[in-house]
């Protein structure tokens, strides 16, 4: 994979210099940094600044990502990274979002509102992949089985058994992380509203109080749902009541008690919530208790769970108590009363199905069975993942496929599920559609960056490799980062395309009426091998499209072949297609009849030295040469026509012979001297035109008599269209030849050469009749026959 970049910059709304070998990069890299270690990319700061941008200039400068995801994944330097490349993206996506968030614009039924749910969205997908498939691909977790025995009546540490627990089993470890995705996301709605109102409303009662209580209620879930279980119920004890926090608190508290030396009696001195001692007489905190405290665990842990699932179905509290008290204990159905979309949904699951799977096993591994009994319901809702997944889909709202949120949740339902041929088959379908949902140029560019970065990211991580998909989506993001400038980074991404696009996608930025000068030529093409495009190939192309669209075919065109020669390993093949094209242009001319053209482009062939590459490779240039010489040969006998018709036009112009006294002896030595000079200038010119005509004559019949049938044989016999063009120039030659020498003949006495051409067409190995129609090679014969 090429990691190098170089600056195209010959492409609407650039200088005519096209490439530069400079390398960018918006992020850092540290060199020789081992596989998953952090940090290995280290984001640069933005220099854009939020005053600087505001409306529609602000929502412009979130196409910098697609330069930034291009200069991310360029700088790569292996492959092992990748995952810290990605973490580089979602730092360009953060930086937009809070830029657009923290602007004036109007973010209600706005493009800035939809633009900030797309990139939001965007962002939360690269997370789900980072954290998952990083896990995935380290392929170092191990299983490692809870073999521990608990005494019931001192849960010690109830959170370090759970971990052991998860980390025995890889796909709860996994729904473990899909919980925290969830509620890292939902950070997105901002932090709740909280005011000094809200504080001491534990000992009220009237109205408002309920309202402020329920809204206390509601801040405090909305800790909860991001994973802030600690600072969701300190609120409610900030709130004023105590112990409302106190009693949620009983799911993990861990007391802690002083014995008494003398009388041995316990005294219950405060609690281990999480790493924080609370004093249970003044509430302060501090982060280690006496060393002469002793825990005591949590033996009510069953108790209370026991004792909150039944008030989740009393449903005597409002309903965010209810989600609370069920987010702690597990109670799926007071969770879902408040889920209000497809994550919510989800959450509740897997935090349900989590809460049982531990509880299942924290019990299993206790000495004694003394736990408080659980109801059927609650056991019933240890499901595997696939299923909450299913169940979730089948109680949230549906999402059409074709669209950019129906492209974000199912790309992440098939991450979720580790299903990357489920996923790509999906791509392939809704495809065509996706790209075109979105109306706004800048938002669809946004998809085809996303989805392009996508792809790359399956093929680079070895998840997925379809070239046809990928080929669509890069190609999307080549005509994206064209429409905003980047040239730059176009070359990364051409290299990703198949050989069928990648070539035609280099050429589409060479314009044939701004044609590039020599050095810039060369630039473009050191640029394209640096970045090991195909030379060669990008060469032919452009002039393919040169002599197409180019009404007079510049032979400066041809230094597109010509610097390959320093650029491309195999010298022959370069060689060859450049003598091929040459050709090729030659047959065009000769068929329109533009001697000059072709005469021009020979002025263009060494003819030794190819001549000497076909005797070190024989075989190679034979057909071509071949077809050359023939041309040549022709062009000769063109030239000598051209030539006769010259000393036709030279014939000296001999007046009236005007010699003063011409009666005198001296007068008649004059006129005959001046009659003589004139008779030898006569004669002088008669012979130059005879010699003149002879030469001609001759090339024309060389021509004809050419080795092998006057080319019948030539052209690349796999190549069904060049047979044709080869055979038409000759048919058109072959006709100019003869009617050319029948012209040069007829009425000159040139009987021999008359049946010399006679024999020339009779010969059926040379095959010229061919080349007539049949009233042609009557009106031939019936002229051929008045001088045989």
């Not at 400079?22 to 939020?50: G, H, I, M, N, Q």
């Not at 597990?330 to 509880?359: K, P, Y």
Request: proline content about 4%; aromatic content about 8%; some cysteine.
């Amino acid at each position: 994979m090429s990691t190098s970049t170089s600056n195209l910059r010959n492409a609407p709304g650039c200088s005519r210099s096209m490439i530069s070998i400079e390398t960018r990069s918006d992020f850092e890299l540290e060199p020789d940094a081992p596989a998953f270690e952090k940090p290995v990319l280290k984001p640069r700061r933005p220099r854009l600044t939020l005053t600087a941008l505001q409306g529609n200039d602000l929502i412009k400068a979130t196409t910098s990502l697609h330069k930034d995801f291009g200069a991310s994944i360029q700088a790569m330097s292996k492959i092992s990274i990748i995952f810290e490349v990605v973490r580089a993206w979602m730092k360009n996506l953060d930086v937009q979002i809070q830029r657009l968030k923290k602007s004036k614009a109007d973010r209600l039924n706005s493009k800035v509102g939809k633009l900030i749910n797309h990139l939001q969205q965007e962002y939360e997908t690269w997370s789900l992949i980072q954290k998952l498939y990083e896990e995935r691909a380290r392929g170092t977790t191990k299983e490692m089985p809870f073999t521990e025995k608990i005494n019931p009546k001192f849960l010690v540490n109830e959170e370090a058994y759970v971990m052991q627990i998860v980390r025995s089993d890889s796909s709860l470890q996994e729904m473990y992380d899909i919980i925290q995705w969830l509620e890292n996301n939902f950070k997105k709605y901002g932090e709740p509203n909280v005011n000094e109102k809200d504080s001491n409303l534990g000992s009220t009662s009237t109205a408002t109080s309920q309202e402020q209580i329920e809204k206390v209620s509601k801040n405090a879930y909305h800790y909860i749902r991001t994973g802030r279980f600690v600072q969701g119920i300190d609120y409610i004890a900030k709130s004023g009541n105590m112990a409302k926090a106190e009693e949620l608190n009983g799911h993990k508290l861990t007391y802690l008690c002083k014995v008494n030396t003398i009388t041995g009696e316990e005294r219950r001195v405060g609690i281990i919530m999480g790493r924080k001692f609370i004093n249970a007489q003044s509430g302060s905190q501090s982060a280690t208790p006496d060393p002469e405290i002793q825990m005591r665990g949590n033996p009510q842990r069953d108790v209370w769970k026991s004792t909150t699932w039944k008030k989740c179905e009393s449903k005597q509290m409002s309903k965010y108590e209810l989600a609370i008290n069920g987010a702690l204990c597990g109670h799926l159905g007071a969770m879902l009363d408040v889920a209000q979309t497809w994550e919510d949904n989800l959450w509740s699951f897997l935090r349900a199905s989590t809460n049982t799977i531990t509880e299942r096993r924290l019990r299993a591994a206790c000495t004694q069975n003394l736990q408080k009994p659980l109801p059927k319901l609650y056991w019933s809702q240890a499901l595997p993942f696939e299923e909450c997944l299913r169940l979730v889909d089948a109680i949230s709202p549906a999402v059409p496929p074709d669209t950019f949120d129906g492209l974000i949740r199912n790309i992440q339902k098939y991450v979720l599920l580790n299903k990357v041929e489920d996923l790509v088959e999906y791509l392939r379908e809704a495809l065509p559609q996706i790209l075109e949902a979105c109306d706004d140029p800048l938002l669809n560019g946004h998809v085809a960056r996303f989805l392009s970065h996508l792809m790359l990211f399956l093929l680079i991580a070895g998840l997925a490799d379809d070239s046809e998909l990928l080929d669509i989506c890069i190609t999307k993001q080549i005509n994206v980062l064209v429409d905003n400038g980047y040239f730059q980074e176009i070359p990364y991404y051409i290299d990703k395309l198949s050989d069928t696009l990648r070539i035609p996608n280099v050429v589409r930025y060479v314009k044939a009426d701004k044609p590039l000068r020599s050095d810039e030529i060369e630039l473009f093409l050191k640029a394209c091998h640096d970045n090991k495009l195909n030379v060669l190939g990008i060469a032919k192309a452009v002039l393919d499209k040169m002599e197409e669209e180019q009404d007079d075919f510049s032979l400066e065109n041809l230094n597109w072949i010509i610097y390959c020669l320093k650029l491309h390993n195999n010298l022959l093949e370069v060689v060859y297609e450049f003598l091929h094209f040459i050709m090729s242009m030659s047959r065009k001319y000769l068929t329109l009849g533009k001697i000059s053209n072709v005469q021009d482009l020979f002025g263009q062939v060494d003819r030794e030295h190819f001549g000497q590459m076909a005797q070190d490779f024989p075989g190679a240039l034979d057909a071509l040469l071949r077809e050359y010489d023939w041309y040549q040969t022709y062009l000769v006998a063109e030239d000598s026509l051209e030539q006769w018709k010259t000393a036709l036009s030279q014939q000296p112009t001999i007046g009236e012979l005007r010699v003063p006294n011409i009666g005198t002896l001296a007068g008649k030595r004059a006129f005959e001297k001046q009659r003589k000079d004139n008779e030898v200038l006569q004669l002088k010119w008669e012979q130059l035109a005879k010699i003149k005509l002879d030469i001609s004559i001759a090339n024309f019949f060389a021509v004809l008599s050419f080795p092998s049938g006057s080319l019948c044989e030539s052209g690349d016999a796999t190549n069904e269209a060049e047979l044709i063009a080869v055979g038409a120039v000759r048919h058109v030659i072959i006709q100019k030849v003869v009617h050319a020498l029948l012209d040069l003949m007829q009425d000159k006495n040139y009987n021999a050469k008359m049946q010399e051409l006679a024999d020339i067409l009779f010969d059926d190995e040379l095959d010229i009749f061919r080349a007539f129609k049949p009233s042609e090679i009557g009106n031939i014969f019936k002229l051929l026959s008045k001088y045989i």
